[in-house]
């Protein structure tokens, strides 16, 4: 697929995360249109989404931006027909926070922190197997604040996991507040090297610049993308603005949303 595609497929999920929430009238709007990019240049071309259990993984840990992943496997027809329409409906597999059930998500995640602990077992029991798949892993930078992340780097380091990839939706917000002003996270990439990662500071909405950092030689140790993300992304009303995490669209700001996704689709 071409480079165009996958950008396609990036304006697709941001047009389902709009269309989706407002039908649902759920929020965490902005939190998955900070990582539409991030997850269509996973689907493009390098998940491997077949094969039994050499399959690769991917554990999305800011479980609450579930819907871009959801549209993602909408667009590469992994869901039930219809099935991305049941989002948050009573019943529904589709739910907020990613459940085990529905094909595609290997972890059920929403309470942060914990994608990438597990995401490091897996690594680890797909390298005892003896098998090449590979472990992605979609996090947020307020997750950084939890200690459990801490102990997994180290442990990934210590193990050389090389088959480990970690994209970090560095966009500098949290629930409530800017990172700098909770925590400030420092120089994310630095503190990961220490660790033994291979930790690549990255535009993360430039498709060819996250490819180019997917593809570099880590030789032995884990990956880190730290993706240099803006919060609701593609949506200028909503960019940057904390409110927008929680915030359900209404009639008018949908309206807003949906012309700028179009106008911006326009454009390969
Ligand atoms: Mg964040």
């Not at 819907?67 to 329409?85: K, N, S, T, V, W």
Request: net charge negative; hydrophobic share 45%; charged share 25%.
């Amino acid at each position: 697929m071409s480079a165009a595609e996958s950008v396609r497929l990036a304006n697709a999920i941001r047009r389902t995360i709009v269309d989706e929430s407002r039908r649902a009238n759920v929020g965490h709007i902005g939190s998955a249109l900070s990582i539409a990019d991030l997850i269509a240049v996973i689907f493009h071309d390098r998940i491997r989404l077949d094969g039994g259990g050499d399959r690769d993984r991917l554990i999305l840990s800011k479980g609450h931006a579930a819907l871009a992943l959801y549209a993602a496997l909408h667009d590469r027809g992994r869901l039930e027909p219809g099935a991305i329409e049941t989002y948050c409906a009573n019943g529904s597999l589709l739910g907020v926070h990613p459940e085990i059930g529905l094909e595609g998500i290997d972890f059920a995640t929403g309470s942060l922190g914990q994608g990438l602990p597990v995401a490091v077992g897996a690594a680890l029991a797909a390298k005892r197997q003896k098998s090449d798949r590979k472990v992605y892993v979609v996090m947020s930078d307020a997750e950084l604040n939890e200690g459990s992340v801490w102990e997994a780097v180290m442990f990934a380091g210590h193990h050389k996991l090389d088959n480990l990839v970690v994209l970090i939706d560095l966009n500098g917000q949290q629930a409530l507040d800017f990172t700098a002003d909770v925590i400030d996270l420092g120089d994310v990439a630095s503190k990961l090297a220490s660790f033994g990662w291979s930790a690549d500071d990255v535009p993360g909405h430039d498709h060819a610049a996250l490819n180019a950092a997917l593809d570099a030689d880590t030789g032995d140790r884990p990956r880190a993308i730290v993706a240099h993300t803006t919060f609701g992304h593609g949506v200028s009303f909503m960019e940057s603005e904390i409110k927008w995490h929680y915030l359900p669209l209404d009639d008018s700001a949908y309206a807003a949303a949906v012309r700028e996704l179009e106008a911006a689709g326009e454009v390969p």
